[in-house]
């Protein structure tokens, strides 16, 4: 992103910049004349000193006394720069020498003989000078104003004077000026900077205040005011800007107490719910929202509840709907009564009820979900002359930092009760991002989708699991219970109640039952054509929607007068809630059924006390105990009686009774001990792929 300076930065860059720019210029202008007027002086002191001495040793070279040459180049070598100084006779030779310099050649150079020459090197200077006799008289102008012209006398040339001068301490009072300079503009950026930015600051200040002022105020901090520490047209800024403040917070607060007022009435018309007098699922988002902020913001922990009754449609079916809206009113004040000062209840639609548990753990969260549930499951609904038990599954989702909006978490909340219901209802599931089960859940709405897609691939299959005796005895037929399953995307196992309830909801189970129904006579096919056959009691679950489906009793109608030898080898489980509400029908396919030998189990029996008076209208062969009571029968005796109740019921009518549910060897042992024929469950055996089933014993 690119930068942009602020009015203080732009400040002091007006007042240091120009001064930069000339102080970096006269740096450079008087470094440059210094280097120039250093390097001038030597060549000019060079020049005087050679041209001095041509005269001083003509004397010593004519007459050819070295010792008064030495003792006259000796003097001269004594100033500061020289190397050395030499004389050179006429032949070129050295005749005396004072100092260093290599003057060998110098006569073969070609060196001028009116004029003094310059030799430059790197590190010093080099200067000859002509040593000519006085008397004789040379007329250089003309010999130059005359182009190709001789002068009509020659100087008589006695010899040179050599003078090497060093440049060391030249370069030397170079290098010091310019450091020197350097220092000197340094210390005056500085020193400007430093003004500048105190000026600056003074400057700027009080507008950088007004700026944060009027930034707070246009986003709602109407209680913003900036210092009136400034005079004349700064000062009367900061009195405007606060005056403005003044006036728009005094606004603003008459205008927010009647949009309290008015909008205390709307809520209060709009946020609850007209049959239970809960708030509405609207006003209950609302809260969530709020809830999710102040953990997103503040760190704080909160627990949603998301509650769906079991078997509320059996009430529904078999009593009306008025039956329904009265349990619907009745359990929402016995949830109220439970219900603490912080939290919040309030009913979503239909049957399903929300929980806000703000500043609550989930351990505490979970003991308040379990008091709900227990209330739920030891109240009895009456409808004339008719009790009814209901449950309730309860999915939990904690929220906290890593929740992300209202949606996700009230969908993940319904996934939770999904799998809680899945787990044999009446449960509390609470909400992990890697829980597999609730992964199933997610986007109930693609169901339709992938369930005709899964059906067009052939990604459904079957697993199963056996019913085995109680007592360990044989009756030489293996009974297994056939489980529908889906294989996902990434071939990972899809359980049935992922996707049955939007099957149920969209009209698809009898498509599914069909599937189910030919893939099992299939597998008859299969084991009876085996040598020897294998002998197996397939029980099929059918839905409520495939009993009402006259096309699909039709079709498996027919598949049985094609294949009437399977007969046998079928037993179809039909839940409480189907048989009760279908119960003409049911009776009747039934009657079809038996025809061909098969059998039939009514399944989740005594989820509603009323079942027992349907019960004896039913011709089934296998009474299948809700699991629900089945799972806590070591710790609930209310549960342990229900179970007993229906055993003995099953016995006077002659049907032979299987537990779901059987999760532990305590669970076994006391269904042994009632004397219930059959069980199923996991601590029973788990299930399987269809393949191992075509294995004999």
Not at 233 to 243: A, I, K, P, T
Not at 465 to 477: V, W
Not at 560 to 586: K, R, W, Y
Not at 659 to 666: D, N
Request: glycine letters at 8%; a negative charge.
């Amino acid at each position: 992103m690119r930068y942009v300076p602020g009015i203080r930065g732009r400040v002091i860059g007006l007042a240091v910049l120009p001064m930069a720019i000339v102080g970096v210029l006269l740096f450079f202008q008087m470094i440059t004349s210094k280097i120039e007027d250093l390097d001038e002086s030597l060549r000019t002191r060079a020049v005087a000193i050679v041209r001095q001495l041509g005269p001083a040793t003509e004397y010593g070279v004519a007459s050819g006394n070295v010792e008064v040459l030495r003792t006259l180049l000796e003097k001269a070598a004594i100033e500061p720069d020289i190397r050395g100084v030499a004389v050179l006779a006429g032949d070129g030779q050295l005749m005396v020498q004072a100092g260093l310099g290599n003057w060998n050649g110098a006569a073969h150079a070609g060196l001028p003989t009116t004029r003094i020459q310059q030799i430059e090197y790197k590190e010093h200077l080099v200067y000859y000078a002509p040593i000519t006799r006085t008397e004789v008289v040379v007329d250089d102008y003309q010999a130059q104003d005359v182009p190709g012209g001789r002068a009509s006398e020659s100087p008589q040339l006695l010899g040179w004077v050599a003078l090497d001068v060093s440049r060391s301490a030249t370069l030397q009072s170079q290098r010091e000026a310019i450091l020197h300079s350097l220092a000197i503009l340094l210390a005056g950026l500085v020193a400007s900077l430093y003004l500048a930015w105190r000026i600056g600051r003074q400057i700027t200040r009080p507008i950088l205040a007004l700026t944060h002022a009027v930034s707070r105020i246009g986003e709602g901090h109407l209680d913003e005011r900036v210092a009136q520490d400034s005079n004349a047209e700064l000062g009367m800024l900061q009195r405007g800007v606060n005056h403005m403040a003044s006036h728009l917070e005094a606004m603003h607060g008459q205008m927010q107490e009647k949009i309290d007022m008015a909008t205390a009435r709307l809520v209060y018309q709009a946020s609850h719910d007209a049959l239970t007098g809960l708030i509405n699922r609207r006003e209950f988002e609302l809260r969530l929202e709020r809830a999710l902020q102040t953990a997103l913001q503040q760190g704080r922990e909160h627990v949603l509840c998301y509650m769906d009754l079991d078997q509320f449609k059996v009430i529904n079916d078999t009593c009306g709907h008025a039956a329904g809206d009265e349990l619907l009113r009745q359990l929402a004040l016995l949830l109220k009564g439970n219900l603490r000062e912080r939290d919040t209840l309030a009913r979503l639609g239909g049957d399903e009820f929300a929980l806000l548990l703000e500043n609550c753990g989930v351990a505490d969260a979970l003991e308040v979900a379990d008091s709900f549930r227990n209330e739920v499951q030891r109240f009895r609904f009456k409808w004339g002359d008719r009790v009814f038990s209901i449950g309730m599954s309860v999915g939990m989702v904690a929220i906290d930092r890593t929740s992300s909006d209202v949606a996700s978490l009230l969908t993940a909340a319904d996934a939770a009760c999904y799998v809680a219901k899945d787990r044999g209802r009446n449960q509390i599931h609470l909400y992990e991002t890697r829980d597999s089960d609730l992964a199933r859940h997610r986007g109930e709405m693609q169901w339709v989708t992938r369930i005709h897609r899964a059906l067009e691939e052939k990604r459904l299959y079957l697993s199963w699991q056996e019913i085995r005796r109680t007592d360990g005895g044989s009756e030489g037929t293996r009974h297994v219970e056939l489980l529908l399953r889906m294989r996902d995307d990434d071939d990972s196992e899809i359980l049935p109640m992922a996707f049955i309830p939007a099957a149920e909801r969209y009209a698809i189970m009898p498509a599914l039952d069909t599937w189910v129904i030919e893939e099992t006579l299939r597998l008859c096919h299969r084991h009876l054509a085996a040598a020897p056959p294998l002998h197996c009691l397939f029980a099929i679950n059918l839905s409520g929607a495939s009993l009402k489906d006259p096309e699909f009793r039709r079709t498996l109608l027919a598949h049985l007068q094609a294949s009437p030898e399977f007969g046998p080898h079928l037993c179809f489980e039909i839940t409480e809630t189907a048989a009760i509400g279908n119960l003409a029908v049911v009776n009747g396919f039934i009657d079809a059924m038996r025809g061909f030998g098969c059998r039939f189990a009514l399944d989740d029996f005594g989820s509603g006390l009323s079942s027992f008076t349907y019960l004896k209208n039913l011709k089934v062969d296998y009474l299948k105990i809700d699991g629900a009571f089945v799972r806590d029968i070591v710790h609930n005796p209310v549960d342990r009686s229900m179970v007993e109740a229906i055993h003995r019921i099953g016995q006077q009518m002659g049907l032979r009774t299987v537990a779901e549910y059987v999760e532990s060897p305590q669970i076994l042992a006391l269904l042994k001990e009632m004397g219930v024929d059959y069980v199923q469950g996991m601590s029973v055996h788990r299930p399987e792929p269809l393949e191992t089933l075509c294995k004999p014993e």
